[in-house]
């Protein structure tokens, strides 16, 4: 099975900052990597599919890059609707997996 | 509206069953991928089970093999999981969610773009 690892597992950032959270595969899992937002109490939303494709609707301050096994999630400039929890996962194999989260907080 | 409902979770006793189950709505459940996925109180999201459009090809964790079971009624668009066996560990808040997909070829990209608001199961004695 493939092992997704995020890091770090929290963040403390201001309004304003540029934030980067990593996750890396196991394995090459080639571009098979999507990112996911959730609020507290709150079912998760796509943010980006295939390691950097936006989706429809989410603000140009989110983008994603890496291929292989080391991707990269950043916010370009936090803004206060931005503080959730972070999850990438991989459909490379049809075993999918999540890693661990980050939660962004407010410092 | 493109919906998904989850119902029929609730509260049982380690070994007990329960079947979950998923409405579709907006959309046509037949030429989609579905998925489980459930997070326990306090804990990050876990990926459960998968099923393709006509149900012939089915994925689960390691953990919930031989314990549950994913299934699908397209014609009344609905997605099912049969839960046996629960353990305590198994307590969670368990989301369906639809697989789109974009790419052409044998490998497409997958990825989960609408979710339901999910269902809470409690296993404790």
């Known amino acids: 099975d493939i092992q997704m690892t995020q890091s770090p597992s929290s963040l403390s950032a201001s309004v304003g900052d540029r934030v980067t959270i990593t996750c890396r595969a196991s394995?090459?899992?080639?571009?098979?990597l999507n990112w996911y937002q959730q609020k507290p109490g709150k079912a998760p939303k796509i943010l980006i599919s295939?390691?950097?494709m936006l989706q429809s609707g989410v603000p140009s301050r989110f983008s994603g890059s890496g291929s292989g096994t080391d991707f990269t999630l950043t916010i370009s400039s936090l803004q206060p609707e931005d503080f959730a929890t972070y999850y990438c996962q991989q459909s490379y194999s049809n075993f999918r997996s999540f890693g661990q989260g980050t939660k962004l907080e407010i410092k | 509206e493109v919906q998904l409902v989850e119902s029929g979770g609730g509260s049982v006793q380690p070994g007990g069953s329960l079947r979950l189950s998923c409405e579709a709505s907006?959309?046509?459940?037949?030429?989609?991928?579905m998925t489980w996925v459930r997070q326990a109180p306090g804990k990050g999201l876990e990926w459960v089970a998968d099923i393709k459009e006509d149900g012939t090809e089915r994925y689960c964790v390691d953990s919930v093999k031989g314990r549950f079971i994913i299934s699908r009624d397209n014609a009344k668009n609905s997605l099912f999981l049969q839960m046996n066996g629960l353990r305590v560990e198994d307590t969670a808040v368990y989301f369906c969610?639809?697989?789109?997909?974009?790419?052409?070829?044998?490998?497409?990209?997958?990825?989960?773009?609408?979710w339901g608001k999910g269902t809470t199961v409690t296993v404790s004695s």
């Open positions: 969610a639809r697989d789109d997909y974009t790419g052409t070829g044998a490998r497409p990209y997958y990825y989960m773009d609408v």
């Open positions: 295939v390691a950097s």
């Open positions: 394995q090459s899992i080639g571009s098979y």
């Open positions: 907006g959309f046509t459940l037949s030429n989609y991928w």
